[in-house]
């Protein structure tokens, strides 16, 4: 039922402001609730507003949870929005369908109770949660990650909580799957003059807004950032004194003391601090690994000190994409030892095929890589992984090959190269398959994938333990 606008006010005027203005719609709906914006709520109005003129057309809202963006973003802003763009389209996105569908029943619930005061109203037969118009032309539609856009066209995109859980947060593929969908589906909606805004607790350093960040840094759109911590750090946006609560009338210090010792200092950091720091592995201490952007010219040795200095170590899976959920990889590592004795890994394969597919790619990469690396496949227990380790070593005839069978478990194999790495002795060459592996590296043992951690460690090994050359092998670079 619409209410009567003088009744919602302390004072019993009329306010028409309430369609002009984002602040004064917030504390008309506020005060028949007995509330009103604290101060981080009128910094978020004040942007959004600037998002509704056309003065921001990117905005990150970046704030620890329970800080009631959503109800200012995802509720009360967009059903405003309507009162100075009627012809527009929204479309809302949120982690699943259901908790889009939750904003969309709030916000047409509230237009729907002050359609009077607001100038439209809903159309009768188009008011469902997920998706609902007005009669003045205006569209919402709301979506969770992954679904269907075909045939919509948004002029303002709203993405709220887009990540479910730490558990997604920390999976690369669910990163991938976000990301993916936002810039192929989600973005590419946009009309011209589209304005996007993502509200959103930090979860991790490569989740969705910490990716669009990066990007701005690489010539990417630039966002207006509104960064609001739980605790005040240096150069807050409010001005708060250092360590003071974002929210104290419903979280004081005191709580939020409470809550970090709860959570532990990783997820304080993500959640309640707006900064994810990097996931130091428990094995493998990536942060100690470096990047670089190519090998010194003066180092065309293939062999050092009498040993092999260039191995490709393969990984094996025979499992296609196609047969199951999420197979494992098959991974083809290229792992050197510089004249310094400095190991680094220079390329990286990474695949899903068939048994006959996978063969077929180990034998292109061997002719590209030449002969003077060396190859270590492994050999599984059983007739049907010796019968394929003979296959590949005829198939590969001319090369120097070692199978080898696994022996200890996958932690045991990856200590070596591990204290390698700790040592900063282990560095990378600058590759777009970076990202995966040092994620694969930061999870290890306990991530989902080990296919590029067991093929490290046998190049490692083979570098290592392989016997004395017989000769010194050297060829330039360019003949390699």
């Avoid at 759109?221 to 409010?238: G, K, Y």
Wanted: proline share 6%; aromatic share 8%; charged share 25%.
């Amino acid at each position: 039922m619409e209410r009567e606008q003088e009744a919602l006010w302390p004072d019993g005027t009329a306010h028409q402001s309430i369609r002009t203005q984002l602040l004064d719609w917030a504390r008309f709906v506020l005060a028949a609730q007995g509330l009103q914006p604290s101060e981080h709520h009128l910094l978020m109005i004040a942007k959004l507003a600037l998002v509704a003129s056309g003065t921001i057309d990117r905005l990150m809202l970046l704030m620890p949870p329970g800080a009631a963006k959503s109800t200012y973003a995802s509720v009360l802003f967009p059903v405003w929005w309507f009162t100075r763009h009627p012809k527009s389209t929204i479309v809302a996105a949120a982690h699943t369908a259901r908790l889009a569908a939750h904003f969309g029943r709030r916000a047409r619930n509230l237009a729907a109770e002050y359609s009077a005061q607001l100038g439209y109203r809903l159309v009768r037969d188009e008011r469902a949660a997920a998706g609902w118009s007005t009669d003045q032309g205006g569209s919402y539609y709301a979506t969770g990650i992954g679904g269907t856009l075909i045939g919509r066209r948004a002029d303002l995109v709203l993405v709220d909580d887009p990540v479910k859980s730490q558990r997604q947060a920390y999976s690369f593929a669910a990163r991938e799957h976000i990301w993916d969908w936002f810039r192929s589906d989600l973005a590419s909606r946009l009309k011209p003059g589209g304005r996007i805004v993502l509200i959103m607790t930090r979860w991790h350093q490569d989740d969705l807004g910490g990716r669009l960040l990066a990007e701005q840094l690489a010539g990417g759109d630039t966002w207006d950032c509104l960064r609001l911590p739980a605790l005040a750090e240096e150069e807050d946006p409010l001005g708060r004194p250092r360590g003071a609560p974002l929210w104290p009338e419903w979280e004081d210090a005191a709580a939020l003391a409470r809550k970090r010792a709860t959570v532990g200092e990783r997820v304080w950091a993500a959640l309640y601090q707006q900064s994810p720091r990097p996931l130091e592995g428990l094995l493998f201490k990536t942060q100690a690994i470096a990047t670089i952007a190519g090998l010194p010219e003066s180092d065309d040795t293939n062999v050092v000190v009498g040993r092999p200095a260039v191995v490709r170590a393969w990984d094996l899976a025979a499992t296609s994409e196609a047969e199951r959920n999420d197979p494992d990889w098959t991974v083809g590592l290229r792992l050197r030892r510089d004249a310094s004795g400095r190991f680094v890994v220079e390329d990286i394969i990474r695949f899903r095929s068939d048994p006959d597919q996978m063969e077929a790619t180990i034998l292109a990469t061997a002719r590209a890589d030449g002969r003077c690396v060396s190859i270590a496949i492994p050999q599984d227990p059983g007739q049907a992984g010796k019968y394929q380790a003979r296959q590949l070593v005829r198939q590969l005839a001319g090369y120097h090959i070692i199978a080898t069978r696994e022996s200890g478990s996958k932690v045991t194999r990856a200590l070596p190269v591990a204290s390698q790495v700790a040592a900063t002795n282990l560095v990378i060459l600058d590759a777009p398959w970076n990202r995966a592996f040092l994620e694969e590296l930061r999870d290890f043992p306990y991530g989902s994938k080990d296919d590029q951690v067991d093929a490290l460690a046998r190049a490692f090994a083979h570098l290592v333990e392989a016997p004395p050359s017989s000769r010194r092998i050297m060829l330039p670079l360019m003949q390699r």
